[in-house]
């Protein structure tokens, strides 16, 4: 009987200690701010691509083209943006800099400018 309520005793705690000893931090990324003023694509947003040395790289030898006269059509017709919803934008999300999966990220401040330009319908002004 002792050893029926040890084994027992022992069962109970180290299903409490399991339980107790799993913790799971979910660290959710804050969306950047979205700014108020037009963003335009020629100005602001293709720029990026050469400041962040993305155009090493994409420069219509590998992969996308994101040079300053084909970016836009590049990423518009790679359904690399989902106007209006940055989240679901690969142009934004991977090479974001808290998060993102690719080897070359954006600075902070041109995450913020791209995820803006996305917001306010990724338009090719």
Same mark, same amino acid.
């Given at each position: 009987?002792? =050893? /029926?309520?040890?084994? +027992? &005793?022992?069962?109970?705690? *180290?299903?409490?200690? /399991?339980?107790? +000893? $799993?913790?799971?931090?979910?660290?959710?990324?804050?969306?950047?701010?979205?700014?108020? !003023?037009?963003? +335009?694509? @020629?100005?602001?947003?293709?720029? =990026?691509?050469? !400041? !962040?040395? $993305?155009? &090493? $790289?994409?420069?219509?030898? =590998?992969?996308?083209?994101? *040079? &300053?006269?084909?970016?836009?059509? #590049?990423? %518009? @017709?790679?359904?690399?943006? %989902?106007?209006?919803?940055?989240?679901?934008?690969? =142009?934004?999300?991977?090479?974001?800099?808290? #998060?993102?999966?690719?080897?070359?990220?954006?600075?902070? @401040?041109?995450?913020?400018?791209?995820? +803006?330009?996305?917001?306010?319908? &990724?338009?090719? #002004?």
């Amino acid at each position: 009987m002792k =050893i /029926l309520r040890f084994f +027992s &005793a022992l069962t109970v705690a *180290t299903g409490l200690l /399991l339980l107790v +000893s $799993c913790e799971y931090e979910f660290i959710e990324t804050p969306a950047p701010p979205v700014t108020t !003023d037009t963003i +335009s694509f @020629s100005s602001d947003v293709a720029p =990026i691509f050469s !400041d !962040d040395a $993305c155009t &090493a $790289c994409h420069n219509g030898g =590998i992969a996308f083209d994101l *040079t &300053a006269d084909n970016a836009y059509n #590049n990423i %518009v @017709s790679n359904n690399l943006v %989902v106007p209006s919803d940055p989240e679901n934008s690969k =142009i934004w999300y991977y090479p974001e800099p808290a #998060n993102g999966q690719h080897n070359s990220k954006y600075s902070v @401040s041109n995450a913020n400018t791209i995820y +803006s330009w996305i917001s306010q319908g &990724a338009l090719d #002004n």
